[in-house]
């Protein structure tokens, strides 16, 4: 009988134990309570923005906090990187009232560069700042969290790693990853932007831009590249390169520095 009962005692506690453990595990989606403080401290972008927009910014920076997972690998996750993973996001979407992330769930915050071939973050080849998975990791993003951060400190730079990546994914979200978004670019725009991209290529291969070198990789990582440099740096992107800012302005529906102009337009009155 009292081996029973001792069997009956312990069959409970595994099972209680079971429960804690997976309680545990599971992933809390914590959004922080200072979103509006942490935008303007570290977010250009944000601060850009008129006050009814800042406000929508919050929201769907809230929004994507709900239904995205990010994790750290040997690093912590802190509220400002989930707030600068979060407006990564947000930026290239702004222009799109009901975008969705359809084919992203989990993000991975690493506390270095990593390596494509078993994602350690030591050995030689340290060398990515960020990837979106496919195959197994379908579904991921792989972020370097140094790298996250540097592209909001930077201000001055053309160069933001978090805006890169989900510019990808934003191309992905037709089925091929081509520099060609189709499900945001409208028809008319296809060809022409086809056209100016193999030129603007052209001209980073001839060493006569100022786009950085990464982005005559291939028309994928042009459109990516091109995307950072207009989104941090839209003053100096709209006069070195005309076209591409307008087509660009079309493909992501929002004119960014749009305030910075007004401002500057209203002093010269
Ligand atoms: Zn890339």
Redesign the pocket.
């Known amino acids: 009988m009292t081996a029973l009962i001792a069997s009956v005692l312990f069959f409970a506690l595994c099972i209680a134990l079971f429960f804690v453990i997976r309680k545990r595990k599971r992933y809390v989606f914590a959004v922080p309570d200072n979103i509006p403080q942490l935008l303007s401290g570290h977010v250009a972008y944000y601060r850009e923005l008129a006050p009814e927009q800042k406000t929508i910014f919050e929201k769907k920076v809230k929004e994507f906090l709900l239904y995205i997972r990010i994790h750290g690998v040997n690093t912590e996750v802190e509220d400002l990187d989930k707030v600068l993973v979060a407006s990564s996001a947000v930026i290239p979407v702004f222009g799109f009232d009901k975008w969705r992330y359809y084919n992203l769930k989990d993000v991975l915050l690493y506390g270095d560069r990593f390596n494509t071939e078993d994602f350690s973050t030591t050995g030689n080849e340290r060398n990515t700042l960020?990837?979106v998975g496919t195959g197994a990791l379908q579904q991921m993003m792989i972020l370097s969290k140094p790298a996250l951060r540097q592209g909001f400190q930077n201000e001055g730079e053309k160069n933001n790693t978090g805006i890169?990546?989900f510019v990808?994914l934003l191309d992905k979200a037709d089925g091929a990853t081509d520099g060609i978004p189709e499900a945001l670019v409208q028809r008319q725009y296809t060809i022409p932007w086809i056209k100016y991209m193999s030129e603007a290529i052209h001209d980073i291969k001839s060493g006569n831009s100022d786009i950085d070198i990464?982005g005559a990789a291939s028309q994928?990582?042009f459109f990516?590249?091109a995307a950072e440099y207009f989104f941090k740096r839209p003053d100096l992107f709209e006069v070195r390169h005309p076209e591409l800012f307008a087509l660009m302005e079309k493909i992501f529906n929002q004119q960014p520095g749009a305030k910075e102009k007004q401002v500057a337009k209203d002093m010269s009155k």
């Open positions: 960020g990837m890169h990546e990808h990464y994928a990582e990516a590249v």
